[in-house]
T-cell receptor, first 116, second 115 residues
Framework: NAGVMQNPRHLVRRRGQEARLRCSPM?????VYWYRQLPEEGLKFMVY????????ESGMPKERFSAEFPKEGPSILRIQQVVRGDSAAYFC??????????????FGAGSRLTVL | AQSVTQLDSQVPVFEEAPVELRCNYS??????LFWYVQYPNQGLQLLLK??????LVESINGFEAEFNKSQTSFHLRKPSVHISDTAEYFC?????????????FGIGTKLQVIP
């Protein structure tokens, strides 16, 4: 089991370009969370998705950011027209069910976006 | 709403000395408490968690944390640190919200173990 796989690990974009970050959850996991970590800050929740559904996007900026988790393939976090303030580490986490119980979130290694 | 406060952004400590990383939380509903560790250029890894039962929980690498409801704290301790413990530690509260987990993280505490 390869765990949560994120790619690319590092991405450099110029202002105005698009950034696409991918997350493949652990095998058997159908719940995906995206978090953003800005320098000197903790992780901030962005969006929670299940297969083909966005359940909670309360942490997503209203413009330029979107996320999807299609029936087949990885979850994608898309940032259009990037600005310098988007430079951050973006972490994906997955779980095998939405409820709590003994379930925890398994995190990927993150994608570090640098906007020049 | 819930919040997590980690009072120390950086904690330097000599190898083999004890350490305590402080965490306080506030929430209007029942929550569950976690500590995660992040090594350089890696994702977060679960260190330990408190769900219910004994208020003292332990990790496999010698860390422990005690849930104190009256003080709304969940401080992380280790009696003797090792160089390999150098990392950033995040306290987090998890709560169930409509059938999924809402997680709030503290800003993190960087533990630097000095040889």
């Amino acid at each position: 089991n390869a765990g949560v796989m994120q790619n690319p690990r590092h991405l450099v974009r110029r202002r105005g370009q698009e950034a696409r970050l991918r997350c493949s959850p652990m095998k058997g996991h159908s719940h995906v969370y995206w978090y953003r970590q800005l320098p000197e800050e903790g992780l901030k929740f962005m969006v929670y998705l299940q297969k083909e559904n966005i359940i909670d996007e309360s942490g997503m900026p209203k413009e330029r950011f979107s996320a999807e988790f299609p029936k087949e393939g990885p979850s994608i976090l898309r940032i259009q027209q990037v600005v310098r303030g988007d430079s951050a580490a973006y972490f994906c986490a997955s779980s095998d069910q939405g409820g709590f119980g003994a379930n925890v979130l398994t995190f990927g290694a993150g994608s570090r976006l640098t906007v020049l | 709403a819930q919040s997590v406060t980690q009072l120390d952004s950086q904690v330097p400590v000599f190898e083999e000395a004890p350490v305590e990383l402080r965490c306080n939380y506030s929430s209007s509903v029942s929550v569950y408490l976690f500590w995660y560790v992040q090594y350089p250029n890696q994702g977060l890894q679960l260190l330990l968690k408190y769900l219910s039962g004994s208020t003292l929980v332990e990790s496999i690498n010698g860390f422990e944390a005690e849930f104190n409801k009256s003080q709304t704290s969940f401080h992380l301790r280790k009696p003797s640190v090792h160089i390999s413990d150098t990392a950033e530690y995040f306290c987090a509260v998890h709560r169930n919200s409509g059938g999924y987990q809402k997680v709030t993280f503290g800003i993190g505490t960087k533990l630097q173990v000095i040889p």
